[in-house]
C-alpha cells in the first residue's frame, strides 16, 4: 500500500520545480528498497516454514538503505521545505521571458546589420551628390552612378527586411524590458504571484504577455479564463512608468555605441575603408 501510494503520487504531480523533481527521485528509491525488503521479508518467513527457498545470503544487503539514500532523500526534504513554490515563481517566469526576448532582439539586429550593410551604397550616393559643387562634379557622380548601378539598387526584398527587422526591434525591446521592469518590482511581482494562487495554478502554467495597446503586462489564467495585468503607464497602484517619448527614444539611440560606430555616424568612407575618420 505503501508503495502504491507514492507511485501514484509521483505519477499524478507534475514537476514544477527540481525540488520536487529531487523529492520524488530520492522518496521514490528508497520506497523501491523498502518494497524489495518487504519481500525478501516475506520469502523468507514463507521458506523458512517449509525447510526450502535457501539464498546465497547476501540478497538482503540488495534491499538496504544506504547512507547515499538518506543524504538524498533528506536533503530533498529540506530543500522542499524551505525553497519549494507550490505556485511557481512569477518572478522567474518574467526573467526567462525577457531572456528569450532578449535572444530574439540580438538576432534582430543582426539581421538589421547585414542589410544595412547591403544597402549602405545608398549612402555613397547621398554623400557624393552632395558634395558636388560644380558641373563637372555632377557628371563624375552620373559616371560613377551609371558604372554601378547594379550594386547601388535596392531591392524590394532588402527593402521588406530592413523594414521587418527593424519591427522586430522594436517590439522584442519593448517585451524584454516590459518583463525585466515587472521582475524587478516587488508589489507587481506579488500581485502576479497572487493571481496565481487565487487561480490554483503555477505562474509556468500561465500565459504571459505585453500589450503596447493596453499597456500592460499580463499573466492569462486558462483554467479559470481569469487574468492579472499590471500597467506600465503608471495608472495603476503600483506606479510603474516605462514610456518615454520618441524624441527622448531619439536621444538615446543618438549617443549608443550601435549608432556611434555606425556607417551614418562614421561617414561611409570611414565606415567601410577607414578613411576620412575624424
Known amino acids: 500500500m505503501l508503495k502504491k501510494a507514492i507511485c501514484l503520487l509521483a505519477i499524478c504531480s507534475a514537476a514544477t520545480s527540481s525540488e520536487l523533481d529531487q523529492l520524488i527521485d530520492s522518496s521514490s528509491a528508497i520506497v523501491d528498497q523498502i518494497d524489495r525488503g518487504i519481500k525478501l ?3 523468507a518467513q514463507g521458506y523458512a516454514h517449509q525447510g526450502t527457498g535457501l539464498s546465497d545470503g547476501t540478497l538482503s544487503q540488495t534491499a538496504h538503505i544506504t547512507s547515499e539514500h538518506l543524504q538524498a532523500y533528506n536533503n530533498a526534504l529540506m530543500d522542499f521545505a524551505n525553497n519549494y513554490l507550490p505556485y511557481g515563481s512569477v518572478q522567474q517566469v518574467l526573467e526567462e521571458k ?3 526576448e532578449l535572444t530574439l532582439l540580438n538576432d534582430s539586429v543582426d539581421t538589421f ?3 544595412v550593410v547591403e544597402i549602405m551604397h545608398v549612402q555613397e550616393v547621398a554623400e557624393m551628390s552632395e558634395t558636388a559643387s560644380s558641373p563637372q562634379e555632377e557628371a ?3 559616371e560613377y552612378v551609371a558604372a554601378n548601378s547594379e550594386m547601388l539598387v535596392i531591392t524590394e526584398e532588402q527593402a521588406s527586411t530592413y523594414s521587418q527587422s527593424l519591427d ?11 518583463y525585466i521592469a515587472v521582475a524587478a518590482n516587488t508589489e507587481a511581482v506579488s500581485f502576479l504571484q497572487q493571481g496565481a494562487e487565487n487561480n490554483n495554478t503555477t505562474a509556468e502554467q500561465a500565459t ?5 495597446n493596453m499597456q500592460w503586462v499580463k499573466m492569462s489564467w486558462s483554467s479559470t479564463n481569469n487574468a492579472s495585468a499590471v500597467y506600465l503607464n503608471g495608472n495603476d497602484g503600483i506606479g510603474l512608468d516605462l514610456y518615454v517619448t520618441e524624441a527622448e527614444v531619439l536621444l538615446a539611440g543618438s549617443e549608443s555605441e550601435y549608432y556611434l560606430s555606425s556607417p551614418i555616424a562614421q561617414g561611409y ?3 567601410m575603408y577607414g578613411e576620412n575618420c575624424e
Open 269 to 271: 568612407n570611414c565606415f
Open 41 to 43: 521479508a516475506g520469502a
Open 113 to 115: 546589420s547585414e542589410v
Open 140 to 142: 563624375q557622380v552620373q
Open 98 to 100: 525577457a531572456q528569450q
Open 208 to 212: 504571459l504577455s505585453y500589450s503596447a
Open 168 to 178: 522586430d526591434i522594436e517590439s522584442h525591446a519593448n517585451n524584454a524590458s516590459a
